[in-house]
């Protein structure tokens, strides 16, 4: 249960407050510890559906607010709060949250340091703004999420490539259909993880990233420090995003490059970041990014008071080929600082690496977390624990 994994810890915390009833797309399983009640709706993007969901827990209930930590479900979870009457972020500024080129354009109308970035229909589309831009140049979907379909492109040839990549994940947008072709941020990438309540944003953290080599931008760890002075650099810029949007109420994850050491906006994630990165604030400064989230949409305000100072680090475990997994253990010893292992896939199941044709769901085998004093200590125990992770993948028969 993938979503057991990565999000358990949020529907805990915020059951350890709050009653819960779910809206979920499929019948509840380790959920069930942490709800009061559900209601399935096959397609939760299915408005009119997730009305009548709403409609009927509201008749049961005393609702006090509505969230979702899901990418896809947004803009439909806003709307949904609005019906019902309970505190939301205008669901039009989560709309520019999912639809990336929206976001550029009111980057650009608020001065929010961003990156050019034309939409694009066609191939030939891509081609022209590349030139104009300058190659390097990143193709993505407009409205997708976890890195998918994102690829950069170095000339035109590998431009038709990248392409149809982007081309392909964009198809599958909800708010938008269209490819963006971007100017290439150079520099290390950060993420600023990000409270708003009535308007006023506190960033509480600054997750450092570290991603694969072009041409795709696979995310393999994260780290996040308590007392990381890349705070101060990254901070007025991501409230400045989050205002430029609209954002006014909610937990907001802003991705941003740092290029000559100047935060440059890639996008603004109108939720909990995933790959447990809420887990790892929570280790390293006490502050419960989940329960902040749930507070917030019954308007009350989120304690963000930190009781912690310390590191944390995720690597996130891929293999270095595609093919079939047919080894996969742990052999070591599980130290103190070894806060976490997850396997997610089992010997027999087929690994496909984004280059060929894949992407994190395809690819990826699980994750371990590491604790230490400083944040090169927890680099430094996960890269431990990391190798004493065994695998072995045939690589597929050539067709």
């Known amino acids: 249960m993938e979503a057991e994994a990565y999000r358990g810890y949020c529907l805990e915390s915020v059951a350890a407050a709050y009653d819960v009833v779910l809206i979920t797309g499929e019948e509840p399983s380790w959920e069930v510890p942490y709800i009061r009640d ?25 609702l006090a607010g509505v969230f979702t930590w899901t990418e896809w479900y947004l803009v439909p979870v806003a709307r949904l709060a609005r019906r019902l009457g309970l505190p939301t972020t205008d669901p039009e500024a989560m709309r520019a949250c999912r639809d990336k080129a929206t976001a550029r354009s009111l980057f650009a109308r608020h001065g929010v340091p961003s990156a050019a970035s034309v939409s694009v229909r066609t191939r030939h589309e891509a081609q022209a703004a590349a030139e104009r831009i300058g190659y390097p140049v990143v193709l993505k979907p407009a409205a997708h999420a976890a890195s998918i379909g994102v690829v950069r492109a170095d000339d035109p040839d590998q431009l038709t490539a990248a392409y149809g990549i982007a081309g392909r994940a964009a198809g599958l947008g909800l708010e938008s259909t269209d490819v963006l072709v971007e100017e290439y941020l150079d520099g290390p990438e950060v993420s600023a993880e990000c409270v708003t309540h009535r308007g006023k944003t506190t960033v509480v953290a600054v997750t450092r990233k570290t991603v694969s080599e072009p041409p795709h931008f696979e995310e393999l760890a994260h780290s996040v420090d308590a007392t990381d002075p890349l705070l101060a650099t990254v901070a007025p810029a991501a409230r400045a995003a989050i205002r430029a949007l609209g954002i006014t109420d909610g937990v907001s994850h802003v991705e941003m490059r740092l290029v000559g050491g100047r935060p440059r906006l890639i996008e603004v994630n109108g939720r909990l970041a995933g790959d447990m990165i809420g887990h790892l604030v929570r280790l390293t400064t006490g502050i419960d990014l989940p329960r902040a989230a749930a507070d917030i949409a019954c308007d009350r305000a989120p304690d963000l008071t930190p009781t912690r100072s310390s590191a944390a680090a995720i690597h996130l475990i891929y293999p270095e080929t595609s093919g079939i997994l047919t080894r996969l253990r742990f052999d070591g010893p599980r130290p103190p600082w070894l806060e976490r292992i997850h396997f997610q896939r089992h010997p027999g199941d087929r690994l496909l690496l984004p280059a060929d044709g894949g992407d994190m769901f395809t690819a990826r085998i699980g994750h371990l977390i590491a604790t230490g004093p400083t944040v090169e200590a927890a680099r430094a125990r996960a890269a431990t624990a990391l190798g004493h992770v065994v695998t072995h993948v045939e690589p597929a028969a050539a067709s």
């Open 38 to 62: 559900c209601l399935v709706v096959p397609d939760p993007t299915d408005q009119a559906a997730l009305y009548a969901a709403g409609r009927a827990l509201a008749d049961r209930y005393d």
